[in-house]
């Protein structure tokens, strides 16, 4: 189980997550992923659904522990994004930076609750 965190650390983690984001463009059909800082307005959605995301993953033994229900929260926080930034690719702007967090964050000490 991961160990709990503080609020101020949540935030540290998604200000850098949402500094950028892929936006996805068709061209002739094929798509073309373009990685670039985002701008203030994407960032301040980008942090939003971060760090509610992490705050659902800090939540309690359930959610720190529970690998289904960490699979959840993100999922859903790739949906959001995508519906709140309809060219924003999701999976690249936050499902993979937050699964890396998870991962990042499960190598600290254990939580016992």
């Known amino acids: 189980m991961r160990k709990w965190l503080t609020e ?3 935030r540290d983690i998604a200000d850098t997550i ?6 996805r463009t068709y061209i002739t059909g094929c798509s073309c992923d373009t990685r670039r800082p985002a701008t203030a307005q994407e960032k ?3 942090y939003k659904v971060i760090y509610s995301a992490l705050l659902a993953l800090n939540d309690g033994c ?3 522990g529970n690998p289904v229900a ?5 999922d859903t926080a790739e949906f959001m994004i995508r519906l709140l930034i309809p060219d924003c690719n999701g999976y690249d ?4 930076p937050l ?6 964050w499960a190598k ?4 016992v609750c």
């Open 70 to 74: 960490e699979r959840a929260i993100v």
């Open 18 to 23: 949402s500094e950028t984001i892929v936006i």
């Open 99 to 104: 699964n890396d967090a998870i991962a990042d």
């Open 8 to 10: 101020d650390a949540l």
């Open 108 to 111: 600290e000490e254990a939580a």
């Open 62 to 64: 359930e959610n720190r």
């Open 44 to 46: 301040e959605c980008l």
């Open 93 to 96: 702007s936050v499902y993979i």
